[in-house]
């Protein structure tokens, strides 16, 4: 980590350029992103401010993540890059790791010992390993569960100014290499900004550690919340409140437990541990008090018949309507968690109709784990029911007489190649 080149332009890059300029000593930190219309912000306000670029935090308790610093190099364009950088940080969508490491040269590439995953998701370590190993290239690739925190722009144009909202207390991370030597140096970062850094046996136990890998499938790829992000609602609907103000339904429960289970299969067939689907959400993410849900039941739920499990996850939900560890009000009102709303379709910065992250990021995420359950033969009829219905939403989108221009977004896709790429090195992790 002494050359680190960042490789995106949105939030997280600035951020984590912040903290690497702050506390890593590396000798030089530079950024690279694709020319677009959103990453024009980006790059004309480095223009103006001689690459100097600043994070700004909301809770005093995050101060460590501020700072301000000047990137020591920045490129427009991935084929662009010059120089030698020993370590990648990768902060683009999944989708689009391939798409990017392949617009880089071969020579840039074959300087690079470590490749760091900011947001993987499930086999992205794979996919990332795979493009090394075809160029016959021995390359770390260290993967996060997920990005440390929350971050945004400070106003609503990209600029050289990032805002953190939150940071997360406990995030995974997991290693191809069995040297330490880098995950040591991410963990002392992690520890200077307040975050614990667990250390998992493998990428993909790092990558499994992520809670929306297990949430957002049920919560979005839904009837209900496809009327409300397609905008055949006229009222605002919550992702995580209760039908009819929400999509929390006996049914959504049910395939929550079940979409678990199936990836469970893939973990089991692959010779990883399982997860407790319960204590993760309450013990690695947003914890319940005590009376709503017995540590006992939270212990044991894996081995919990299917309809106490169901019974349990419900209880989670509704434990977490308002945030049971807020200051109430006089009157007696807690903190609204859950009024988180659902979002809907928009036009993008091309003119285009643009489907919101969520579930937009989802689609490629489950369309990779159908595709490594059927390489490996095994049913998910949930995750296939997710798919179906998400595509059929895109085709009926796409079919209705409109004059607005779509984005890529409501392309049915396959990702067959990076499905591939995954399955190859899935066959040697598993022999
Ligand atoms: N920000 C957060 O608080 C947060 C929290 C949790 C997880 N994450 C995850 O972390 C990742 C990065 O977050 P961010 O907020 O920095 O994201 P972002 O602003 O959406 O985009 C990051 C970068 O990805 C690039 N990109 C997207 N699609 C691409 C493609 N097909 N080819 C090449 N480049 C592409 C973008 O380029 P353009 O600008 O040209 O589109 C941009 O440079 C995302 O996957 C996000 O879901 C972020």
Redesign the pocket.
Known sequence: MERVLLL??????VQLAVILKKYAYCDEVGIV??A?V??EGFFSALERNENRIQAHIQNQKDENMQGECSIDQVFCGYETIKGTWDTLIL??????YM??LQQISTEIVRNVKCIVL??PTFGSNFLVKSFFHRLQLNVEVISFS??I????WMTDNPSNHVLTTAIKKKVFIGSTSNSTKTIDRLDRLCQQVGITLEKMGSPIEAETRNISLYVHPPLFMNPFSLKAIFGESDVTKYVYKLFPEGPITQKLISDLRTHWQEIMNILNKIGIEEINLLKFMIDDNYPVRLESISRHDIESFPQLQVIHQEYLLYIRYTALLIDPFSKPSKEGKYFDFSAVPIRQMFVNREGELDIP?MPK?DYYRIKIIQGIAQYLGLSSPTIDKFVETYETKLKEVTNADSEQKLSNAFVIQEFRDDVQMICQEIEQYVN
């Open positions: 995106g332009t949105g939030p997280t890059s992103g694709r677009s959103r990453s902060a683009v969508t999944t989708d689009a798409d990017v900011i947001s997920t990005y925190g929350d971050t945004r992250r990021e």
